[in-house]
């Protein structure tokens, strides 16, 4: 039976390391997360499951309200630690195309790559067990999400992480083998117009 997983990559807030866990959503950042929950109450959601970070579970929270359910939170879907907090990065694009192009390196106090994923692929393999043959919306981030992608297909890669938005959508359809038979992209980003 496939299982269909939504990953809903939050919406925009404030960048703040200093309060990475609990920062909100933006202004702007609630109104696309309206346009989320629209979009995904088209799909008949069964579950709810969100990062244990703020922005990512308000992403989510207007769908959770809209069909009257809980959402479980799962740290395992947290952002990456590209590093420890003090440390600084000169240039931020350039540290993250290396632990894409390197999987196994780590920054000081960071994970890598491959640490990240296999976090994520835990957390996915639980949610589809538990919830099999339903559908499943996660609010993520983007960094482990796209390392948690990768993991079925290499295409999912620092090129492809560069064109995801905040927020973004990317339906799953799992096979009980926890093999990915399909990936569509349900967010239309207005610039884009993908």
Known sequence: MNTEVYFVRHAHSVFSLEHEETRELSEKGWKDAGKITQILLKENINQIISSSYVRARQTVEGLANQREMEIELDPRFRERDLAARDYHFENPEEAMQKVFSNPAFKFPGGESNHEVQQRGIDGLRHAVKKYNGQKIAIGIHGNIMV??????????NFEFCKQTTKPDIYKLLINDRFELIACERLWKDELLRI
Do not use: A, H, P, S
């Open 147 to 156: 390392c948690t992608m990768n993991y079925f297909d290499k295409k999912y």
